[in-house]
Nanobody, 119 residues
Framework: VQLQAFGGGLVQASGSLRLSCAAY????????MAWYRQAPGKQRELVAAITSDGRTNYADFVKGRFTISRDNTKKTVYLQMNRLNVEDTSVYYC??????????????WGQGTLVTVSS
């Protein structure tokens, strides 16, 4: 299973970006999907998560600004980020908990996509 994340880049403060992360491979089903981020010198932290039936959970620092969604037919999770601020500058990672015939149920991580917010 591979996760490929897209959509990072440079944006001005108060701007928007949309991240996408698609899962590839011999996947039987995908359970929870999530976005994390890690800024230089800091620990990786949860940004938002979504269950297979669409229930969502957000970190307090993004509530009201970010929206997580998924398309199960495309095995893709999205993160719409609005009203970005400098503190949102990080590498964003997607994670999927997936069921495969070979490996059973486990977590998979994408390669990370850099989001840089300028003031």
């Amino acid at each position: 299973v591979q996760l490929q994340a897209f959509g990072g880049g440079l944006v001005q403060a108060s701007g928007s970006l949309r991240l996408s992360c698609a899962a590839y491979g011999s996947i039987f089903s995908i359970n929870d999907m999530a976005w994390y981020r890690q800024a230089p010198g800091k620990q990786r932290e949860l940004v938002a998560a979504i269950t297979s039936d669409g229930r969502t959970n957000y970190a307090d620092f993004v509530k009201g600004r970010f929206t997580i969604s998924r398309d199960n037919t495309k095995k893709t999770v999205y993160l719409q980020m609005n009203r970005l601020n400098v503190e949102d500058t990080s590498v964003y990672y997607c994670k999927a908990n997936a069921d495969t015939v070979v490996a059973g149920t486990k977590d998979y991580w994408g390669q990370g996509t850099l989001v840089t917010v300028s003031s």
